[in-house]
């Protein structure tokens, strides 16, 4: 989900202010699913898994 006034217009999570890129630079270095989870409260691991899709679908 993008919106222009929510978080300068970066794609993020539905129904939260986390950028997908956050996630995708978090797993990138190495956080898991579990510390990620705790680092983000509102995060499920359902919304990791779309963020995942998202960037497989969008990668070029």
């Given at each position: 989900?993008?919106?222009?006034?929510?978080c300068?217009?970066?794609?993020?999570?539905?129904?939260?202010?986390?950028?997908?890129?956050?996630?995708?630079?978090?797993?990138?270095?190495?956080?898991?699913?579990?510390?990620?989870?705790k680092?983000?409260?509102?995060?499920?691991?359902?919304?990791?898994?779309?963020?995942?899709?998202?960037?497989?679908?969008h990668?070029?």
């Amino acid at each position: 989900m993008s919106e222009p006034d929510t978080c300068h217009g970066q794609p993020r999570i539905k129904g939260t202010r986390i950028p997908i890129a956050v996630i995708l630079d978090n797993l990138a270095a190495g956080v898991s699913e579990e510390e990620l989870l705790k680092s983000y409260p509102t995060l499920s691991p359902e919304a990791i898994r779309a963020v995942l899709a998202y960037a497989a679908q969008h990668e070029d």
